[in-house]
């Protein structure tokens, strides 16, 4: 009998693991995916290659780190001379599938390569993508699962769409052959518009109504560049205000998630179908004086949820160091698919001893366009390489190195502890020499008006 596994790999956008249940938040913020972990594992360090959607989807998507794969570092596309995870899924006689809410994760960006079915969600793909069933379920459930009638479109909220499609392919996916089926979700991301049923659930918590929480939460997401420029981008009050909106966002994506969940768990299918919801990078809110997801390879950025069921006998414990290259290996590995090239170690045989997060070139005049004296000497402005251990970060870039301890990552320690700041680096010269080498030239993205106003939306490009 073929023992070869189903594969359902959601990735949640922005969603830090120290916001999560699982990463002990007071917030019961994601109790679905906390009972999901109970019959399955759940990863408290799984730290991201990457710290924003497009490299840390290229990372995922092909198995290897930006610096090899040049995406999110001096290009934007996958080089067509790498493999994506999908062919490999594909050679090795799998059924593919992609529903995507992210424009960086689409055709553009080649992030569709070997998907046999693919389809990136925006407003001018959402009827030709859902359908007019679905789309009339959508409209009439707009106040319960979105924002109710605005046109504001970085307002609405979609995983009840996402969900609604989602479970019409599973049930199309589920035959005689394995499947691997990929979502991204794109919730919580910013601007933290919670759904309207859910945009009171932290209020009571804070000193603002749920209306004055998303004017803020807004706000912040308009003028987010502005805000960390002035060098205090938020008050006390304000702050609390959007860490309630994001928390909610964070809540109500792990119902919708938890409901896909349960819809795989009643497939008609023979196999085991291992369920994986993992998040492409976390969110800086507020802290270090930052907004967003840029600048810095800090936990905040790069330690996210990582909960899997279905998969046994694993080599690592659930707060051993883990990464998204690892699973993905893992998984190909299971699926009997070609691994050549593929970054990252098989779980089910070794554990790690350092995790690595990259972050390509600063735009400095993001924040200088606001503020001429806004202090870049604090961050790297060069490619930004983080080497992360149990207790430490080892940070370099053309700039210069750090030594950080964990947690804070704030005070560089290289002087106190030379011994383990002269490890570190040759372990990253290594790795940069050898894992880290570019595989060819990158290669610019052409991103339609369509993909653009929705990236706009996310506050990715004006």
């Known amino acids: 009998m073929d023992s070869r596994p189903n594969v359902v790999w959601v990735t949640l956008d922005s969603v830090r693991q120290d916001r999560t249940t699982m990463g002990g938040h007071d917030r019961d913020t994601t109790p679905r995916l906390q009972h999901m972990a109970g019959a399955g594992r759940s990863f408290s360090t799984c730290i991201a290659a990457g710290i924003w959607t497009l490299p840390s989807s290229a990372s995922i998507l092909t198995g290897t780190y930006p610096s090899h794969n040049t ?233 996210v949820p990582l909960v899997a069921s279905g998969l046994d006998d694993l080599a690592v414990e659930d707060d051993d160091l883990v990464q998204h290259t690892d699973l993905m290996r893992t998984l190909l590995e299971a699926a009997g698919a070609d691994t050549d090239r593929v970054q990252g170690i098989d779980l089910r045989e070794e554990g790690r001893e350092f995790a690595i997060s990259q972050r390509g070139p600063a735009n400095f005049d993001l924040y200088l366009d606001h503020d001429a004296t806004f202090d870049t000497s604090r961050f790297h402005e060069s490619l930004l390489t983080g080497l992360r251990t149990e207790t430490h970060r080892y940070q370099r870039s053309e700039d210069r190195t750090e030594l950080l301890a964990l947690p804070g990552e704030t005070t560089d320690v290289s002087e106190s502890e030379p011994e383990l700041a002269a490890e570190l680096e040759a372990r990253l010269d290594e790795w940069l020499a050898t894992e880290g080498k570019p595989v060819g030239e990158g290669r610019d993205a052409e991103f339609d008006d369509a993909m653009r106003r929705q990236l706009s939306d996310l506050g990715y490009v004006e």
């Not at 789309?135 to 924002?147: G, T």
Request: charged share 25%; proline share 5%; glycine share 6%.
């Open 71 to 303: 995406v999110g570092v001096d290009g934007e596309t996958i080089p067509p001379e790498l493999p994506t995870v999908a062919e490999r899924f594909s050679d090795a006689g799998y059924r593919t599938a992609c529903l995507s809410r992210n424009g960086h994760l689409s055709g553009a960006t080649g992030m569709d390569r070997g998907f046999d079915r693919f389809e990136w969600i925006a407003a001018s793909t959402l009827l030709s993508a859902a359908g007019p069933r679905t789309l009339a379920k959508y409209l009439l459930n707009i106040r319960r699962h979105s924002a109710g009638l605005t046109t504001d479109t970085a307002k609405h909220a979609t995983p009840f769409l996402m969900n609604d499609i989602a479970k019409r392919w599973l049930d199309d996916l589920a035959g005689e052959e394995p499947f691997f089926y990929y979502l991204h979700y794109n919730e919580p991301h910013r601007p933290f518009v919670p759904p309207l049923p859910w945009q009171d659930r932290y209020t009571s918590d804070i000193d603002a109504t749920a209306e004055e929480a998303i004017d803020i939460a807004m706000d912040a997401h308009r003028n987010m560049h502005a805000r960390v420029a002035s060098g205090d981008p938020l008050t006390d009050r304000e702050r609390e205000a959007l860490l309630a909106m994001y928390d909610a966002e964070v809540a109500y994506t792990d119902e919708c998630v938890g409901r896909l969940h349960d819809r795989v768990r009643g497939l008609d299918t023979d196999r085991e179908t291992v369920f994986v919801v993992t998040a492409d990078h976390g969110e800086m809110l507020g802290d270090r004086g930052l907004l967003a997801h840029n600048l810095v390879v800090d936990d905040a950025l790069v330690n």
